[in-house]
């Protein structure tokens, strides 16, 4: 009897310690614990910001402009100021889409840094992007633009 | 006596299918446009902008795509004008058609200077001309 309710015991010790060797803790950025019991699945992360082939991925930017000095009248600031935004909200989605070029050189003379220079560059052609909203302020346009991304757009 | 037009009902028929003839195939074949459009931004400003319309000299290749644009016309032939006139619509079309960007950068000693320049390549266009309404629709290149 006595060694039989040993037995058992060791049993439940072991079975015990099987069943936590299988489950895996993944922590999530948030410091929430996810438990997985098969050991198999990932972390349940948000993945908004991904292009899969069911869902599409849109891309929104502000881009900024300003109105030239010398403008004639305040719509006429206000047509340049826009132009100028559209200008930057492009530069801004080809950026996010395609990436982007950098280049930088520092000058070191004397052990000082007499120049320090960074070149960034992007080229892309940008299709089908949308105004969403356009707001100006004080000399300031600013335009949203968005873009929907859809994996049939670029070729396997 | 009969007259040397004698045959005055066949030559008014005839007369009247060549004008019908040549009426139809100027219905039928819309005019062709070529155009094209720059922009360019030098620190957040615009400086310069171009728009080149020019009628096509030759017939364009390709084919139609499905995205057009149909403009309000007040009895003007000038495409150039009716586009003017219509400016919002006509970028937010050029927005659809796409455009290249082309973007530089230089931060020199923390002191930023940016350019950039939006294009529109040659295109040619279909250009419907009627009554009260322009159709303009963009004719995709097969090397494009």
Redesign the interface.
């Known amino acids: 009897m006595k060694y039989s309710l040993i037995l058992v015991a060791l049993l439940g010790v072991a079975s015990f310690a099987a069943d936590t060797k299988d489950q895996q803790m993944i922590s999530t950025p948030s410091n929430v614990v996810v438990v997985c019991p098969n050991g198999n699945c990932k972390a349940d992360k948000k993945s908004d910001n991904v292009l899969t082939a069911k869902r599409d991925l849109t891309i929104s930017v502000v881009g900024?402009?300003?109105?030239?000095v010398n403008t004639s009248s305040p719509a006429q600031a206000y047509a340049?100021?826009k132009?100028?935004a559209?200008?930057?909200a492009?530069?801004l989605?080809?950026?996010k889409v395609k990436g982007v070029r950098i280049d930088g050189q520092d000058l070191v003379k004397n052990m000082m840094v007499e120049?320090?220079?960074?070149?960034?560059?992007?080229?892309?052609?940008?299709?089908?992007?949308?105004?969403v909203e356009t707001t100006f302020k004080e000399g300031l346009c600013e335009v949203e633009m968005e873009i929907t991304l859809s994996r049939s757009q670029f070729p396997q | 006596m009969r007259s040397r037009d004698g045959n005055h009902s066949f030559t008014l028929s005839i007369s009247t299918i060549i004008f019908l003839l040549f009426n139809s195939s100027a219905l039928l074949f819309a005019d062709e446009y070529l155009i094209s459009y720059q922009s360019s931004i030098k620190d957040a400003t615009l400086y310069n902008e171009t728009l080149l319309i020019s009628k096509a000299m030759q017939k364009c290749q390709g084919e139609t795509i499905d995205k057009n644009l149909i403009l309000k016309r007040d009895k003007k032939n000038d495409l150039k004008k009716i586009l003017l006139a219509n400016r919002e619509n006509f970028d937010a079309f050029l927005e659809k058609i796409g455009l290249y960007v082309e973007h530089r950068e230089e931060t020199r000693n923390s002191v930023n200077h940016s350019f950039t320049t939006l294009t529109l390549k040659t295109t040619c266009f279909k250009v419907d001309f009627n009554d009260n309404f322009v159709k303009i629709t963009p004719l995709e290149q097969p090397n494009r």
């Open positions: 900024q402009g300003v109105a030239p340049l100021a132009r100028a559209i200008a930057d492009y530069r989605i080809a950026e120049r320090s220079t960074v070149r960034t560059s992007v080229e892309a052609m940008v299709r089908n992007a949308n105004i």
